[in-house]
């Protein structure tokens, strides 16, 4: 998973522990790891919610300022599919998370 430059602080501070994607399947797996620069992510969970699910509240947690703005992003590809993907930083061996 790619998130944007703006987001990126925030995933590895562990303030951001979310992500709404919009594909034609599902791209991540439970249990999986991806890379970012620094460290990794691990997928704690992937569920499919519909439109009215994403909330102002779910967008702030995803790091965006509202649900317009998470939306300019989610989108990946020719797909219609909703997800939330939930998710933990794992820091490279010998460095602790930023604080």
Known sequence: MVF??????????????????????????????????????EIDSIEPIGFLDITPQLARESGFLGVIDLLKVAKHGAGNNIYLVRFHYVAPKGLRRPR
């Open 4 to 41: 944007t430059k703006r987001l990126r602080d925030g995933v590895r501070r562990g303030e951001i522990t979310c992500s709404v994607r919009i594909w034609k399947s599902a791209r991540v797996k439970v249990g999986h790891r991806y890379r970012m620069e620094e460290g990794e992510i």
